[in-house]
Each structure stands twice: as structure tokens, then as C-alpha cells.
């Protein structure tokens, strides 16, 4: 979720199973919604993304759930794979301030062959 | 090729001494952005440029200025570091604001203040 704190959430999964991460979100006029993966040493790069008149977006392995009932987004990588080992990062855009990006503070995925 | 470049990618500097992080794009992206990512908090914005001329607080826009006079450059300015700005920081860019335009980042500059 976004909770501030010094221990990022961890997720630990084999070699071909399914992940799922997931951030909860606190402004309700978010309308934009971004995942966002970051290997060690590198910048974010972007995943996939919704806005908020979708619940639902698919991308190659990846799917994006949106929530906004509970205010709640998902992230499922499908056969997840060594490579995918990173820090997750899911963002949105404030609903009045376009342009303003915040963050969520990351879930970090093992994947063991 | 596309890329967002920032420089310099390592610094260490002393604290009170003004230093700029330069941030250039050769996409002719109108949205520049920057971000510092600090352990356990995620990145959080600093500034961001809908276009030239056109800059906006994000969240923790305090100790930093920042400047657009051109479109392809978005520096970032630090007039008297601290060391509670000692962080890894990171430009992003992308054609027009945010709704689904991918954004693109740099590889980052960490920066250290003594």
C-alpha cells in the first residue's frame, strides 16, 4: 500500500507461478493509475497503466485490476519469470492536478528459478 | 535514440554549496519532471513542466528550484543543500502531461551533502 515506512512489502514466488502485487490509493479523484517496475540501479519503467473508467486492462503477462470502490489497485504478472525480480511501484495521477504523479512506496519481487 | 539524460550521475558535495543536476531529452516531450527516491518512501515529486515557462510544485518542492526555458532541458536546482537533500534523484519525461503518455526516466543522479 502507500503507508510510509522503512521496510518495503516483499514478495517471494517460483519460477512460473502467478504474482500479484497490490497498492492501495487515498484520493478519489485520482483518475490515472500507473505501475511502474525498477531494477536495482536503474529508473522506473513503465508496465502498463488505466484510467479510471476502466476496471480492467491486460497487457503482454501483465494485467492491471482497478478498484475504485475500495480505492485499490493490482498489479498480476502471469508466469512470472527470474527476470522479473524488481521493485514494483504503482502511481497515480491527483484528479485536480494533472501533472502531479505520486507514488506508492514499492513492493519488492523475488522470483526463484 | 530516445533518451532522458541527467548529469551529473554521482555527486558528493558540501552543504550550503548552490549546485545544479541538468536534465535533457531529445523526444521533444513537453512534460518534464523531477523526483527524488529516498529508502522506504518511494519516489515522491518534486517539480513538474506541463511545457516551457510552465513549472508547478509537486510534493516536496522545498530547498529546490527548478527552470524551463527550453524545451528539451529541465534543470534542477539546489541554492543551498542540506543534508537531508542527500537522495537519488530522477528526471522524467513525456509527450503531453501524464494520461497515457508513457513516461520515460533517466538512470538518476545520487547526490550526497556533507
Known amino acids: 500500500g502507500e503507508s510510509v515506512g522503512l521496510h518495503l512489502p516483499t514478495l517471494s514466488v517460483q519460477e512460473g507461478d502467478n504474482s500479484i502485487i497490490n497498492c492501495a490509493y487515498s484520493n478519489s479523484a485520482s483518475d490515472y493509475f500507473i505501475w511502474y517496475k525498477q531494477e536495482s540501479g536503474k529508473g522506473p519503467q513503465f508496465i502498463i497503466d488505466i484510467r479510471s473508467n476502466m476496471d480492467k486492462r491486460q497487457g503482454q503477462r501483465v494485467t492491471v485490476l482497478l478498484n475504485k470502490t475500495v480505492k485499490h489497485l493490482s498489479l498480476q504478472i502471469a508466469a512470472t519469470q527470474p527476470g522479473d525480480s524488481a521493485v514494483y511501484f504503482c502511481?497515480?495521477?491527483?484528479?485536480?492536478?494533472?501533472?502531479?504523479?505520486?507514488f506508492g512506496q514499492g513492493t519488492i519481487l523475488t522470483v526463484h528459478p | 535514440e530516445a533518451q532522458v539524460t541527467q548529469n551529473p550521475r554521482y555527486l558528493i558535495t558540501v552543504t550550503g554549496k548552490k549546485l545544479t543536476v541538468t536534465c535533457s531529452q531529445n523526444m521533444n516531450h513537453e512534460y518534464m519532471s523531477w523526483y527524488r527516491q529516498d529508502p522506504g518512501l518511494g519516489l515522491r515529486q518534486i517539480y513538474y513542466?506541463?511545457?516551457?515557462?510552465?513549472?508547478d510544485k509537486g510534493d516536496v518542492p522545498e530547498g529546490y528550484k527548478v527552470s524551463r526555458k527550453e524545451k528539451r532541458n529541465f534543470p534542477l536546482i539546489l541554492e543551498s543543500p542540506s543534508p537531508n537533500q542527500t537522495s537519488l534523484y530522477f528526471c522524467?519525461?513525456?509527450?503531453?502531461?501524464?494520461?497515457?503518455?508513457?513516461?520515460?526516466f533517466g538512470e538518476g543522479s545520487w547526490l550526497t551533502v556533507v
Open positions: 513542466s506541463m511545457n516551457v515557462e510552465v513549472t
Open positions: 502511481a497515480f495521477e491527483g484528479g485536480t492536478s494533472y501533472g502531479k504523479l505520486t
Open positions: 522524467a519525461s513525456s509527450l503531453e502531461g501524464l494520461s497515457g503518455n508513457t513516461i520515460y
